[in-house]
């Protein structure tokens, strides 16, 4: 479950690709507190346009990546959500809480 | 109603499973001739109920998980995913959205999503003997066929 970060004053652009699951879904966290607590980003962009697959751990991830740019003070954004990612993040009503383009 | 194919799958809960029992279903479903979204929300589904096996039913140990796949007359999908874990003691609980005992990969939302992707749900559990989850997804018959 490969995680790919890109800086560029402080905003941090993480792209996400593969399948996400619970198998997964610990790396990725742990990736993105890491990448996270390094850059101290003003706004984190999550790129799922090579996300093939996810279940409602991706909602888990993401949930958490949200908590912790609340925590730095930054935003978060989710953009090139895949079809089915963005079936399971609705179904979960995850719109109402994160912001996706 | 008839059942007109069957396959039984029994593997260790080990978490790379998860990965191996979605695309062990959407390659039985193939038959049915889905669409690519009927495919997406049944490996969906099969990996929510195979997770919560893996995650829940065995918290300390390795046991066996079954993964029973039917297609029955009228073009329907039947999975079962069995595990003779701990059980659930409060099965309406556990259905609730945001619900989980699970740590924070977790997000408390997979029975929720399988009510969604699929036509039924129906959890049977009892603590000390295991959980059967049983759902079905009729597979809309395209035109041409």
Redesign the interface.
Same mark, same amino acid.
């Given at each position: 479950m490969p995680v790919t970060c890109k800086e560029k004053e402080r905003c941090l652009t993480a792209l996400v690709a593969g399948e996400l699951d619970h198998h997964g879904a610990r790396t990725v966290m742990e990736e993105l507190d890491r990448r996270i607590d390094q850059a101290q980003p003003r706004q984190l962009t999550l790129d799922l346009s090579g996300l093939s697959f996810t279940d409602s751990s991706g909602i888990a991830v993401l949930l958490r990546a949200h908590r912790r740019m609340g925590q730095v003070q930054g935003s978060m954004r989710v953009v090139n959500t895949p079809p089915q990612a963005g079936k399971v993040f609705r179904a979960a009503g995850l719109e109402r809480i994160i912001r996706f383009e | 109603m008839k059942i007109e194919n069957q396959v039984t799958l029994e593997f260790p809960s080990r +978490?790379?499973n998860? /990965?191996f029992a979605?695309a062990a279903a959407a390659c039985f479903a193939a038959q049915l001739d889905p669409t690519l979204?009927e495919v997406?929300?049944i490996?969906?589904a099969v990996?929510?109920a195979v997770?919560n096996a %893996?995650?829940h039913a065995y918290p300390d140990t390795l046991g066996r998980v079954a993964l029973k796949l039917r297609i029955r007359e009228g073009n329907s999908l039947e999975i079962v995913v069995k595990d003779w874990g701990v059980g659930i003691a409060d099965v309406e609980q556990a259905r609730t959205?945001l619900f989980t005992t699970g740590s924070?990969?977790? +997000?408390?939302? /997979?029975f929720? %999503?399988m009510e +969604?992707?699929m036509d039924t749900l129906r959890v049977r559990s009892a603590p000390g003997k295991g959980t059967t989850v049983t759902m079905a997804r009729r597979i809309v018959r395209r035109a041409g066929q």
């Open positions: - | +978490s790379a998860e /990965g979605r979204e997406n929300d490996k969906t990996s929510e997770t %893996i995650v959205p924070e990969e977790r +997000s408390g939302m /997979g929720t %999503i +969604s992707f």
